[in-house]
């Protein structure tokens, strides 16, 4: 076997020392780029030679993506580091402030912003410690009327969201309420302006007053508050959106007055974990860091089929009692069988008062059920809902509102043609 040739490097070498600041980058943006993936990198690249671009790009990729999610920032971070001037214009662009109508928009691609913070962390620091010239001229424009920062921030995709953006969206996720009407019994109770007549009681009291009645009472319908159950994935592809969803789980959890009876919390990925107790905290990261250590397959595979027989069996009785409505929150890739699957679907939708799906792949507008666990699940929901962004997740009030909306349920069964 021939032995690979020696790295044709100059005699103070510095792609130690690069790839070691590539990994730094790759860390700020959120992959696990530890020293131990940096040493292993540098050995893999002396290993592989530094003859063609393409492979050196393979070689890093196979030594710092432990994911497949990772991939997409990877190769964004590396185009940019690694010298290509008009992907490093566009970086720079993406940070800089811009009046819209300007110049065109542009959707920024998943990750794009966190690879660009990344990387040019600081850039706008320096640039304001610059010493101003004579030839400056400060122009001052009129923001008043464009969109505040808020607004926009409400319609951001969370995956595109940078990190100071990401921290402020969890502020606002933090102020949404999430009410639901009152649940209508059968049993009655005492009400001096309810609509029946008491006659029971009416009696009771004549009898007391030697047979003369001297008031009718009243009575109407119990009203009592229903529990929320909420069912999140947290494997790879949606654990942006399961951070986010949490939150606002925590949030709702904490609200007095909200009207719910209990939230009780679920996660899975490749088993279910019951996180319940944790979002009872008053500390919102101290009950998503108790909540993340118990979940032990966060950001890991997917088995939907596999968790929710085991919510059916082992919690349905005991959470969905007294008609509860269910927030099941994932994309529906699965790796299980579609048939065990939409058994347990049917199963945990005939257990729940209200079942609605929140699925973040409705933010593509060309979405389709081909996914055979999408397919398998839409038929068993009362309502599919977007779930990608805070305006969607604000929008769920809507769903519980209206017993009739469905969301996108509708046009997406007209697709499977059912």
């Known amino acids: 076997m021939a032995t690979l040739p020696d790295l044709d490097l100059p005699e103070d070498p510095k792609l130690g020392h690069n790839i070691t600041h590539f990994a730094r980058a790759l860390r700020k943006a959120g992959l696990p780029a530890g020293p131990a993936r940096v040493v292993d990198a540098i050995r893999a690249v002396e290993a592989a030679g530094f003859g063609e671009k393409r492979d050196f790009y393979f070689t890093l990729q196979a030594c710092f993506c432990t994911r497949p999610e990772h991939r997409e920032v990877f190769g964004q971070i590396f185009r940019l580091y690694w010298r290509d001037p008009r992907y490093l214009e566009h970086m720079i662009a993406m940070l800089t402030p811009s009046v819209r109508g300007v110049a065109e928009d542009r959707v920024a691609k998943a990750g794009e912003k966190r690879a660009a913070e990344a990387l040019l962390d600081g850039v706008e620091r320096e640039a304001s410690e610059l010493p101003e010239?004579?030839?400056?001229?400060?122009?001052?424009?009129?923001?008043?009327?464009?969109?505040?920062g808020?607004?926009?921030?409400?319609?951001?995709?969370?995956?595109?969201?940078?990190?100071?953006?990401?921290?402020?969206?969890?502020?606002?996720?933090?102020?949404?309420?999430?009410?639901?009407?009152?649940?209508?019994?059968?049993?009655?109770?005492?009400?001096?302006?309810?609509?029946?007549?008491?006659?029971?009681?009416?009696?009771?009291?004549?009898?007391?007053?030697?047979?003369?009645?001297?008031?009718?009472?009243?009575?109407?319908?119990?009203?009592?508050?229903?529990?929320l159950v909420a069912l999140c994935d947290i494997s790879g592809s949606m654990?942006?959106?399961?951070?986010?969803?949490?939150?606002?789980?925590?949030?709702?959890?904490?609200?007095?007055?909200?009207?719910?009876?209990?939230v009780h919390a679920f996660t899975f990925g490749t088993r279910l974990?019951?996180?319940?107790?944790?979002?009872?905290?008053?500390?919102?990261?101290?009950?998503?860091?108790?909540?993340?250590?118990?979940?032990?397959?966060?950001?890991?595979?997917?088995?939907?089929?596999?968790?929710?027989?085991?919510?059916?069996?082992?919690?349905?009785?005991?959470?969905?009692?007294?008609?509860?409505?269910?927030?099941?929150?994932?994309?529906?890739?699965?790796?299980?069988?579609?048939?065990?699957?939409?058994?347990?679907?049917?199963?945990?939708?005939l257990s729940a008062r209200r079942l609605i799906w929140v699925n973040p792949l409705l933010r593509w507008g060309g979405f389709a059920p081909k996914a055979a666990g999408i397919a398998a699940m839409l038929p068993h929901v009362d309502a599919l809902r977007a779930g990608h962004n805070i305006a969607s997740l604000a929008g769920l009030a809507a769903a519980l509102g209206r017993p009739e909306d469905g969301g996108e349920k509708g046009r997406l069964m007209a697709g499977l043609g059912r």
């Open 133 to 148: 010239t004579e030839d400056e001229v400060e122009i001052e424009i009129d923001a008043s009327k464009t969109a505040s």
């Open 239 to 262: 654990s942006q959106y399961s951070r986010a969803v949490l939150h606002f789980l925590h949030a709702v959890a904490n609200e007095k007055g909200a009207g719910w009876a209990k």
């Open 150 to 227: 808020q607004e926009r921030l409400r319609t951001l995709d969370f995956e595109q969201m940078s990190t100071p953006e990401m921290a402020e969206a969890k502020r606002l996720i933090a102020k949404l309420s999430l009410p639901v009407p009152p649940i209508v019994t059968r049993r009655m109770v005492a009400d001096r302006r309810g609509p029946l007549p008491d006659w029971r009681r009416t009696m009771r009291q004549a009898a007391r007053m030697g047979g003369e009645v001297q008031d009718v009472s009243r009575k109407a319908r119990r009203r009592r508050y229903p529990n």
């Open 273 to 349: 974990t019951n996180i319940s107790r944790h979002l009872m905290a008053r500390d919102v990261d101290a009950a998503l860091a108790a909540a993340g250590a118990e979940a032990q397959d966060w950001e890991g595979g997917t088995r939907i089929g596999a968790c929710l027989h085991n919510f059916n069996r082992d919690w349905s009785r005991r959470v969905l009692g007294q008609g509860a409505v269910v927030l099941l929150i994932t994309d529906g890739l699965d790796r299980d069988p579609s048939d065990a699957l939409a058994a347990e679907m049917e199963r945990l939708h």
